[in-house]
Structures are given as C-alpha cells and as structure tokens.
C-alpha cells in the first residue's frame, strides 16, 4: 500500500486520477514485455495500486450505498469494489482525464441500479407468496406434476393441447414458473390459466391411463 496517500481535497482526487493512469501505462508494459521476470513485478505493481484507489475511494462507496440502501454492510462494499475494478479496467483517460468524476456517477448509478433490482425482487417473492396456495390445487395434482418428469414420455402427453395448455404444460408443470409468472409474461388471465390447469390435468390423467 502507498504511505503516501493524501488525506483528502484536491491533491487527493489528483493522485487518484494519476494511479489510475499509471495502472493504464502498467498494462501496456505487461502486454509488451516477454520477461516473466518483469511481468510479475510488473503485476504485483498494478495490484498495489489498485488497493490505493480501493481505499481512496471506499468513503464514495460508504456514501452511495447508505444513501441509496439506508445502510452500509460488508456484502453492498464488497459489490462496490468489484464495479470499481470494473470501471478501471474500463476507463480510457485519452477520452476522460478526470476519473473521480466518472467513478462518483457511475458508482451512484451501480447502487442506485442495484436497489432497484432488490426492490423489484422483493415485490416479485412477497407477489408470489401472497399467491402460492392459489397454484396448489390439491395433493394429488402436486404429486400427478411429480409422476409427469419422472415416469413419462413428455411427447406422447404434449400431443393435441391447445395454445394455453401448452403454455401451462411446458411452463408450469415441466418448468416450475407460478401461474401468477405466467400471467405476467404471457399476458394470459390468472383465473383463466387456473381454469386450463384444471381441465388440463383431467386431459392428462386420462391421458396416463391410456399410456399405461
């Protein structure tokens, strides 16, 4: 780690800016030199550099995930550091010279990008939860969609379904999406697929005893 790290202000976004040039210059000697020699002092280099800008720029990551979050833990700063390695790797200071700049809004955007899928999934499970008994006809059927992976031939059962049933046989009943999924992304009723459901298993037991 570099002792000579600045405080903060000024002289420290500069220094910042110049150790993610100097990682950019390292990368080009590492591609060009042959000597395994050089190319692992070269590379234990990069890595200590990189560790400088990690602790130079964990206070962003602390702001910006509490900000968005309402809390900072090891997990969100561990994601955090990752981007930031990401957008190193990615930076061209021939396009940017200022990668404090670049860094702050594209750190925000990752956080603020990241609770917005954790709201989403949390919506989805809590949408999904509130609808589980309603999936479930009854024992039975649970342990027909059981016998329907193990034990059959998947073809013969699939032939002369119409459109919807398909959708439930393939979806539902061989891939395990929720009927309220279904409902989202086929833009099919709910009570309608629930309805389909039912006459399609009596279509398939009938279908079973004939099989068997």
Known sequence: MNKNIKKGGFDKHIQINNFVIDIK??????????????????IHERKNLLEDIIICLKPLLLKSSKHFFGYIDEDLIQEGNLHLIKLINKFDPSRNDNFIGYAKYMVNAFYFDLKRKDSLNKKRNIYLDDNEKLDNLNSKTIEFEDSINNNLNLFELSKNLDENEKIIFKYHLLNN???KEIEKFKNIKYRKLLYTKKKLVDKLKNKIQNIK
Not at 25 to 42: G, Q, V
């Open 25 to 42: 210059k390292i990368d080009i000697k590492i591609l060009n030199t042959k000597n395994n020699k050089t190319r692992t002092a070269l």
């Open 177 to 179: 999406y929720k009927l």
